[in-house]
């Protein structure tokens, strides 16, 4: 296994999925810290600044709905965990929560998000609640701010990135937030790098590496971990195995190598799906440049005819895929 492949899966198992939403809250300037009211009691944090975006900055905020964004039609991910008082605990049903009306990140700004999700939690839950959930969130935002200000992509020792991210949590989040929302990607982390250490160990054959990675990952029960992180790891893999430029066989070799044939397999399946899907896009970009010289079209026909040729080329979830790439500069804007 190359040692630069080893260290890209440092990064990928520090929260790659998260990336996308840093440059978007990097460029929110400016303190927002306030103190926590004194009658909220925020249980999962002591001492730690909550930052409060002031609504009043956008007038339109609460125009925007989730029907008229590239998450219409689906159903909300995450939800709020209580106990016996009524109080919120914060969990990983929350991050996912937050995670979910993150994703329109570049598509609406940062208050809209907020004020949308402050709408869905009134409609479920008290004043009083949605107040304790919204100071969650404001803290999980500023994480991620801060986050993007860490640059941990030009730390080279996976093990000094995962200390240093894992220290920001604590710092920001506070030692309950932070195990509650990371506790599992953390121990993922943790368990990946034990694994690239025994792979890379020239000093041991390779029978002896399957069977202490074996060991491993049966008392850290591994493949479920694996398979909910699988999207993460293909992307962040693929990144560096294309910079390789490795044949099919090579890039079998480096996966197997660290991840097992089982999981090699897999990976392969989904190296071919994502062939097919960058060859439909290609030919979507292809027909959409053709619309886009057509210059005898109003802009109103040709945002149409753009939309048009979406329905054609892809289904319901595929379209709003693409409208979200569109929305946060992965494919330039068409019509």
Do not use: C
């Not at 909300?76 to 106990?83: E, H, K, P, Q």
């Not at 149409?304 to 494919?331: C, H, M, P, T, Y």
């Amino acid at each position: 296994m190359s040692r630069k492949i080893s260290i890209a899966l440092g990064v990928v198992v520090l929260g790659i999925a998260t990336l996308g939403m840093f440059a978007y809250l990097k460029s929110d300037s400016g303190s927002r810290y306030q103190k926590i009211p004194a009658d909220i009691q925020l249980d999962a944090v002591t001492d730690v600044p909550v930052g409060t975006p002031d609504l009043k900055a956008d007038p339109n905020a609460n125009q925007f709905s989730l029907e008229t964004s590239s998450l219409r039609g689906t159903e909300i991910d995450g939800g709020i965990l209580r106990d016996a008082t009524g109080q919120v605990v914060p969990d990983l049903g929350m991050r996912r929560l937050f995670d979910y009306f993150l994703s329109l990140v570049g598509e609406r700004d940062i208050i809209q998000i907020r004020q949308l999700l402050k709408d869905h939690l009134l409609s479920k839950y008290s004043q009083a609640n949605t107040e304790q959930i919204l100071l969650h969130f404001d803290l999980y935002t500023d994480y991620l701010k801060a986050l993007a200000e860490l640059n941990i992509g030009a730390l080279v020792d996976p093990e000094e990135r995962l200390a240093k991210v894992m220290a920001l949590r604590k710092k920001m989040l506070g030692d309950k937030m932070a195990l509650a929302f990371f506790a599992e990607e953390e121990a993922l982390a943790a368990l990946t790098l034990k694994r690239m250490a025994i792979a890379n160990d020239k000093t041991i054959s390779l029978g002896e590496k399957e069977k202490l990675l074996a060991v491993l990952d049966n008392s850290a029960n591994y493949s479920a971990r694996t398979e909910a992180d699988t999207a993460a790891l293909i992307m962040e893999q693929n990144r560096q195995l294309d910079a390789l430029e490795l044949s099919d066989a090579q890039r079998a070799a480096e996966r197997e190598a660290l991840w097992g044939k089982e999981a090699a397999g897999r990976l392969a399946q989904l190296d071919r799906q994502r062939a097919q899907w960058d060859a439909r896009i290609d030919q979507y970009l292809l027909a959409r440049s053709r619309i886009d010289a057509n210059r005898a079209l109003s802009n109103a026909a040709r945002a149409q005819a753009v939309a048009n040729l979406r329905a054609q080329q892809f289904n319901d979830a595929e379209q709003r895929r693409i409208a979200s790439l569109e929305a946060i500069g992965q494919l330039k804007p068409g019509g």
